[in-house]
């Protein structure tokens, strides 16, 4: 058998939509693959504020001084080294005024685990959640906004 044939056992022919792709075979590839701190820490940041009634908020002093990388946007990711990463995810959030803290808390916790794992294939060791404040913004209608700016005279039209 020459290196001619060998090449095209490796390599098959996918065919979908009637557009054919070739595929390599990578089962005897050898490798590691690392993910960057900060685009875990991406995909936490977009979990978290997937969550209703939820924002991001300084971790404040305490929470830096810590050891481990200083937390950006309100979330501080920490891999551990090894064959399998486990990773831990320190969030820092503000919880909107009338919703239940640990149902919001809950559900951070699942959001953030995951879309890390389904993304990135790395198991997630712990989410931890630390409420460091209630907002309590109400947005205006629309209507309301529009009355208020017909309603206000500059002093040059009078």
């Known amino acids: ?11 098959a022919v996918f065919e979908q939509d009637g557009v054919e792709t ?31 009634g939820v924002q991001a908020a300084n971790p404040g002093l305490m929470a830096n001084l810590r050891m481990g990388r200083k937390a950006s946007n309100g979330v501080r990711i920490t891999i551990s080294e090894g064959d399998s990463p486990e990773i831990q995810v320190d969030t820092y959030i503000s919880v909107k005024y009338s919703l239940r803290i640990p149902d919001v808390c809950w559900d951070v916790q699942e959001a953030i685990k995951d879309q890390v794992e389904r993304y990135t294939g790395y198991s997630v060791k712990s989410v931890n959640v630390y409420v460091q404040g209630i907002t309590f913004v109400e947005k205006k209608p629309a209507e309301s906004a529009e009355t208020e700016a017909e309603s206000s005279v500059s002093p040059e039209e009078v």
Do not use: Y
């Open 1 to 11: 058998m020459d290196s001619n044939d060998q090449a095209e056992k490796d390599s």
């Open 22 to 52: 070739p595929t390599v075979d990578q089962a005897g590839l050898e490798g590691k693959i690392r993910i960057s701190e900060d685009v875990i820490a991406q995909l936490a940041i977009k979990a978290l504020l997937s969550v209703d």
